[in-house]
């Protein structure tokens, strides 16, 4: 099957745009999003009127740095502060859901968002997963099934699913993840590279995984000087076929 068309897709930890040098610089973190030329950014790790960071909205401020629209979905809000994830990108969208996924630890969420491109629709689905065993099994089970992914994960088409997903390739969640769909790491033509810790990366721990019928054209996970600083994990790229 030809493809005559691809998208760019990147996931990326921010850390509250608090960098491995202590520096809250949401600016740095579009700096990297911009070098990569991604069409669309699922962000995990966002503040959102938060003290700590300064009372700004890091998903607005990165979107308008970047020239694209914001998709936010707070796993956690406390009075008028929130955090949590976002998918941002400056094609057509259609917010579908978001909401949380079964925790007994930190809350976790998902943002689910339609992307048009010309007429091909595809579905996308942004998450952070706990970082207790049985937590990501529970949430990669409801994010598998009919509440997060059309026809219950069954006969998938133009879907992906990816984030944070503190899962090593031998985990269970990531084993429950592969069962549908494909790594992205283990289908293109390059080797599989590790994004965490950002300056020292040992462990895959951000994934995306896409449908049979996306083909993966390449991946990197970019680490130099600003990437190894920006945030404590490395942002990961899969360049995505789509198909004439």
């Not at 897709?9 to 491995?20: D, K, P, Q």
């Not at 994830?85 to 339609?114: F, M, N, Q, W, Y």
């Not at 099994?137 to 699913?161: E, F, H, N, R, Y």
């Not at 895959?204 to 920006?230: E, K, M, Y």
């Amino acid at each position: 099957m030809p493809y005559g068309r691809s998208i760019r897709i990147l996931t990326y930890n921010v850390h509250s745009c608090i960098g491995t040098d202590r520096k809250i610089d949401p600016a740095r973190i579009a700096a990297v999003i911009a070098e990569a030329q991604a069409d669309i950014v699922a962000l995990q790790e966002i503040d959102v009127r938060r003290h700590r960071t300064g009372g700004v909205d890091q998903a607005s401020m990165i979107a308008s740095l970047l020239k694209m629209e914001a998709h936010f979905n707070p796993a956690l809000t406390v009075a008028d502060e929130q955090y949590g994830d976002a998918l941002i990108t400056a094609l057509p969208t259609k917010a579908i859901k978001a909401g949380p996924l079964p925790s007994l630890g930190e809350p976790r969420g998902a943002l689910s968002v339609e992307v048009m491109i010309g007429d091909r629709q595809l579905h996308l689905v942004n998450t952070h997963l706990g970082l207790r065993g049985r937590d990501r099994v529970q949430q990669m089970s409801a994010l598998l099934g009919p509440a997060w992914l059309p026809a219950g994960g069954k006969d998938l088409a133009s879907t992906i699913l990816c984030g944070d997903f503190n899962a090593v390739p031998v985990s269970a969640a990531y084993r429950l993840a592969t069962r549908v769909l494909k790594d992205v790491q283990l289908s293109g033509n390059q080797p599989a590279r590790p994004t965490f810790p950002s300056r020292y990366p040992l462990m895959r721990l951000d994934h995306v995984f896409v449908s049979a019928d996306l083909a993966v054209l390449g991946t990197s996970v970019p680490r130099n000087r600003l990437t190894s600083l920006a945030s404590d994990h490395l942002p990961l790229i899969a360049e995505i076929g789509l198909g004439d």
